[in-house]
């Protein structure tokens, strides 16, 4: 049997008549990390909201197929492998199968507390992970996650506050890594989460996804800049253009790129 991957095969991707996707190929072996480059407009973010499940863009043609995913509620049925192609499922269904995106704009959530948010995508994976055990009431929640905010330095007044409304760039980004630390996701695709932070943000930021990061992971990066590649290392790098990739290769397509850009 192999191991545990996301493959992606021939993916087309149109939103009305603009096609963005045009055949991506690509595979993120779990446990490896990876780097997704290209110019804007190449169709990165695309690609990792049609991975969550965006209803935003119309897949037409491809597959996204999870092989042997190992979560209790989908155990893998005798020796051969198993293969789930997740194109038809919701960005739920999908976050079953450890996958997590940081979008590039985080969304603002009015009417919705960030207490009750982190409460909920946490006890939806208690039930799927550890279903004989009971959920967490909002009593027993908020005593639950404060080590969480002491570790990660997040004031406990931002449990009552809407979620990521009005929050800066640095303390958004915090909140995704909570999310992480509360769920232990598998595939977490990072658009550009080094955007925007300054330098003590940003540091302090990658510090945390280079602790998050396991053999039983994968980080997939998105990025403009390289620091962040110094403290996650990637396995492998793919290059985006005009919605397909161009390149894929090691570490040294990395080197190419910041020494020549796109030409
Ligand atoms: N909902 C949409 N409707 C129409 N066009 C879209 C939509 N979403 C993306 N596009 C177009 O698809 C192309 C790829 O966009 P995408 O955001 O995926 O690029 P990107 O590689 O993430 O760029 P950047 O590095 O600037 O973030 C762009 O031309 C963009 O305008
Ligand atoms: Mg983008």
Do not use: W
Request: negative net charge; hydrophobic residues 35%.
């Amino acid at each position: 049997m192999i191991g545990e991957k996301i493959q992606i095969q021939n993916l087309h991707v149109g939103v009305g008549d603009k096609e963005i996707l045009q055949g991506v190929n690509l595979t993120f072996e779990l446990g490896k990390n990876y780097c997704l480059l290209g110019k804007n407009g190449s169709g990165k973010s695309t690609l990792s909201s049609v991975l969550m499940g965006s209803p935003e863009y119309e897949v037409r043609g491809g597959s996204i197929e999870v092989y042997n995913p190992s979560q209790p509620s989908f155990p893998t049925k005798g020796r051969g492998d198993t293969v789930i192609d997740i194109v038809s499922l919701s960005p739920e269904e999908r976050s079953q199968y450890g996958i997590f995106l940081s979008f590039q704009h985080v969304p603002e959530i009015l009417g919705i507390k960030l207490s009750e948010y982190l409460r909920t995508i946490y006890n939806i994976h208690l039930k799927q992970t550890q279903p004989e055990v009971r959920e967490l009431s909002p009593f027993i929640f908020k005593r639950f996650i404060v080590p969480y905010l002491e570790e990660l330095h997040i004031d406990p007044v931002f449990l009552d506050r809407d979620l990521n409304v009005g929050f800066s760039g640095g303390e958004k980004r915090k909140i995704e890594i909570l999310q992480m630390k509360l769920i232990g996701p598998k595939y977490i695709i990072l658009d550009e989460i080094d955007s925007g932070l300054d330098i003590d943000a940003f540091k302090r930021v990658a510090e945390l996804l280079k602790s998050i990061n396991s053999e039983s992971n994968s980080i997939i990066i998105i990025t403009h800049y390289f620091t962040i590649l110094e403290y996650v290392e990637v396995d492998e790098v793919y290059v985006l253009e005009k919605g397909k990739v161009v390149e894929h290769g090691g570490k040294e397509v990395i080197e190419k790129v910041k020494e020549g850009g796109y030409r």
